[in-house]
Structure formats: structure tokens, C-alpha cells
């Protein structure tokens, strides 16, 4: 097995741990594809997916990865992620997710335990002038 790979192959450990809790709050812990919550649901059905995969050149820049449920994240596999999300909507939500800031700090607070995850996605929202409970402006 290659140095960085879990077992399934899956390059997701790459990602450090703080960028990864600091993309699922940008995302407001909702699948960027169907927009489920994903902040009550077993850690191990949470996903990162790549916008670009590894194989047409992607990497893992928060940019290019998005939250998404494991569900959507299998359905989707190779298919361009615009042919994907299937409407101007879920396309538009995608990249603004994509290009938003990371909230770094309220990463590492969620990771020891300082702060939920609910208040730290509320703190996200409140900053970018979201309404917490649909992550849509008000």
C-alpha cells in the first residue's frame, strides 16, 4: 500500500484534519450535491469530493473539494461534477461553496473539542450573512 492511502485506496487522509473540518463548516456540514445536513451523521458517511478528480489533474485544494454525503460522493464517481449537480442552482452552490474562505480557526476549535459543530457552522454563518439554519443569505 503506498505511504498516505488508506486501505480502500481513497486519497481523502491526504487532507490534513483541520482543512477538512475547515471545508465541512464552510459547507455548513451539507452535502454540496443534495444538500443533506451531514452535522449529525456517522463521521465515516461525511466525504470530501473532488471537483476535479486526481486522475484529469485535481488536487486537494479546498477549492476543488466540496462536503458531500457517501452516497452522492459513489453515485457521482467519474462524471463531471457540472453534468452531476444537473442544474444552474446546484452549480452556483457548488462554487460559491468552493470559493469561500475557510474558517481555520473554528476548525481546530471544533477538533478539541471547544466549541460544537453546530455553533461553529452558526459563527460561519453569521460572518458570511447566511441565516444558520439554510445557509442561504438573508
Known amino acids: ?3 498516505g492511502r488508506n486501505i480502500n485506496g481513497n486519497a481523502g487522509v491526504n487532507i490534513r484534519p483541520t482543512t ?3 471545508i465541512y463548516l464552510r ?3 451539507r452535502c454540496g450535491w443534495c444538500w443533506a445536513a451531514q452535522s449529525e451523521c456517522d463521521p465515516f458517511q ?3 469530493d473532488h471537483l476535479e478528480p486526481h486522475d484529469n489533474g485535481g488536487g486537494n485544494s479546498p477549492t476543488n473539494l466540496v462536503t458531500a454525503c457517501r452516497s452522492c460522493n459513489c453515485r457521482r464517481q467519474s462524471v463531471d461534477w457540472e453534468t452531476f449537480a444537473g442544474n ?3 452549480i452556483s452552490r457548488v462554487l460559491d461553496l468552493s470559493t469561500t ?3 481555520r480557526e473554528l476548525a481546530g476549535l471544533v477538533i478539541f473539542g471547544v466549541i460544537s459543530k453546530l455553533d461553529a457552522i452558526r459563527e460561519v454563518r453569521a460572518r458570511d450573512g447566511a441565516s444558520p439554519q439554510t445557509g442561504s443569505p438573508h
Open 20 to 22: 477538512r473540518v475547515a
Open 27 to 29: 459547507d455548513g456540514y
Open 1 to 3: 500500500m503506498r505511504a
Open 88 to 90: 444552474s442552482r446546484v
Open 46 to 48: 461525511v466525504t470530501l
Open 101 to 103: 474562505p475557510l474558517p
